[in-house]
């Protein structure tokens, strides 16, 4: 009987990327997405993707900003593997036919973001890195002969057997649930963005490989520590929020409140370039007393530089030249997630994790603006290669899932009042800031959102189990560090607790 093949689950660059490092090790695999290829944060990536290959700049350098930036908590070896690794990553890319931009003397061009201290993020397009990186990568995939890509299909359930996931759910957008069995299930679902008010995720971030993987027992690691954009265009009702990237703050646009005076540096000595979550703490401060603008009117050739920006802003009727343009920290990354080891296996036999899903430890507490592509690229590689090596075997043919042949209820659509609920509540009790009393609440909220959703709305349940152990696992650590910071335990305070 023919092995079944791997099913990877993600169309971002994490999947795309171990989809095409198994195939080109001669192994076959299904890739599975939501919408399109193309619907992920990936393909939003605007800053670009930090790697050590400027002159002065080193992978020792990059990795003592990285650790620096993670407060103490990156693990240095995944941080040494992200660093070393990135340079060769980025070299394939250039050879599948990735374009990155390049200076007058033809050497790529390096942009400088925050908390980096040399310059070292490479871009496409400008501030179309994402979106020019995943054009590549799909048409590889598309042309690859081993891939078979399934789109328009969701992964509703992992399904075990022995105590090894072995196999998976899929309900295709107005079809019937199948049961589809497969040697290794890599999880490369993106991120959480979706359980918030405000985010930059895409809608398709609502969480779902977390919940997956903590409904068949994998151990989910750091997830309290959530990494607020500062600078996210603050329009009431639209969702997501769209991103001023970073580098428009490298280039020299500054934050200024109400009365327009520049409050960056009255919180960190850097400024508009201290670590995310000290300026998104610093706009939510001048949000909440009148409002926070970034004012880039300074910057020369703006529209050049950041295309894609400047065509959103044109949408929302906003001139950079001109205007100031009101921002507010939205929900943008998290730096934990799925625990794996240094090739990507989670602690449940038969299930892997690569990407923003997975918790490899490259971050810690806090991420370094533009490392999330790059750990995506070097962990999903880490992850194809010892796959390909070695693929699980397993005895005896899967059961088929409970829920095959069943349909999509429909409930969720009926959820819609629970969910926006449940997205408030994350923004004001487990956002920018949390205390004891503020996570309590949330907890008991949650809880009665929980019971009032219908059982057959199961993406409802999901993100309210989610955000759940977002909840509890912030309520755990009784420290500020990071992206978690507690007002009831301030950074020096005496009564931080080992967690
Ligand atoms: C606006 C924006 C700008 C950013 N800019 C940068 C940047 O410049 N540099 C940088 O390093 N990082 C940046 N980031 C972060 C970075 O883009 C993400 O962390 C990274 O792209 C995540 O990649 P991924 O492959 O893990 O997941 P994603 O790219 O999010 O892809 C997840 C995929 O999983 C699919 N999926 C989810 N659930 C299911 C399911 N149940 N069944 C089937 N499919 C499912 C989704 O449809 C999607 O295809 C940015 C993020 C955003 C939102």
């Known amino acids: 009987m023919p092995t079944p093949r791997p099913i990877i689950v993600g169309t971002g660059i994490a999947g795309l990327w171990t989809a095409w490092r198994l195939a080109s090790e001669g192994v076959s695999a299904v890739l599975v997405t939501k919408e399109t290829l193309a619907d992920s944060a990936s393909a939003w990536a605007q800053g670009g993707i930090a ?56 050497k790529l061009g390096l942009a400088l973001e925050a908390a980096h201290t040399r310059p070292r993020i490479i871009h496409a397009g400008g501030d179309r890195t994402g979106a020019a990186l995943i054009s590549c990568l799909a048409q590889v995939i598309r042309e690859h002969p081993q891939i078979e890509l399934v ?5 509703t359930e992992l399904v075990t057997q022995n105590g090894q ?41 609502t969480a779902d490989g977390w919940a997956l993987a903590h409904r068949v027992g994998a151990q989910l690691r750091d997830i309290e520590f959530l990494q607020f954009h500062p600078t996210a265009l ?8 769209p991103l001023i990237s970073e580098a428009v703050r490298g280039a020299g646009a500054i934050l200024v409140d109400q009365s327009g005076r520049r409050f960056a540096l009255t919180f960190d000595s850097r400024g508009e370039l201290a670590p995310r979550d000290v300026v998104a703490r610093a706009v939510a401060s001048a949000d909440s007393s009148g409002g926070a603008w970034l004012d880039a009117r300074a910057i020369q050739d703006f529209s050049a530089r950041f295309p894609g920006i400047t065509a959103m802003l044109a ?22 997630g799925i625990q794996t080891d240094l090739e990507g296996r989670t602690t449940k036999p038969g299930l892997w994790a690569v990407g923003e899903v997975a918790r490899t430890g490259v971050h810690g507490a806090n991420r370094l603006a533009s490392n999330s592509l790059l750990e995506g690229l070097v962990f999903a590689d880490r992850a194809g290669r010892s796959l390909s090596r070695k693929l699980p075997t397993r005895q005896g043919a899967m059961k088929p899932s409970s829920t095959s042949g069943t349909p999509d209820s429909g409930a969720d659509e009926k959820c819609e009042a629970i969910r926006h609920e449940m997205r408030n509540l994350m923004t004001a009790h487990v956002g920018v800031q949390r205390s004891e009393v503020s996570l309590l609440l949330a907890e008991q909220e949650l809880d009665r959102l929980t019971r009032a959703t219908p059982r057959e709305a199961w993406r409802t349940h999901n993100q309210l189990l ?34």
């Open 51 to 106: 790697v050590a290959l400027g002159p002065g700049d080193s992978p020792g350098q990059h990795a003592a900003d990285t650790i620096a930036a993670s407060d103490g908590l990156a693990d240095p070896e995944a941080v040494r593997i992200l660093t070393n690794e990135g340079p060769d990553r980025i070299y394939e890319l250039l050879a599948l036919g990735a374009v990155f931009d390049r200076g007058s003397d033809g």
């Open 151 to 155: 789109e328009h299909t969701e992964v």
């Open 165 to 205: 996931v072995a196999g998976v759910t899929l309900l295709p957008q107005g079809g019937t649930r199948v049961t589809q069995e497969s040697s290794a299930i890599v999880l490369a679902t993106g991120g959480v963005g979706q359980l918030y008010a405000v985010t930059t995720n895409p809608r398709v971030a």
């Open 234 to 241: 603050r329009i009431p009702g639209l969702n997501p929020a």
């Open 315 to 336: 949408r929302h009727g906003l001139d950079p030249r001109r205007s100031l343009l009101p921002v507010a920290p939205a929900l943008h990354y998290a730096m934990g």
């Open 466 to 499: 989610v955000a759940g152990l977002i909840t509890q696992a912030a309520r755990g650590r009784r420290e500020s560090r990071g992206g978690h910071r507690r007002t009831d335990y301030p950074p020096d305070s005496l009564k931080q607790e080992a967690v």
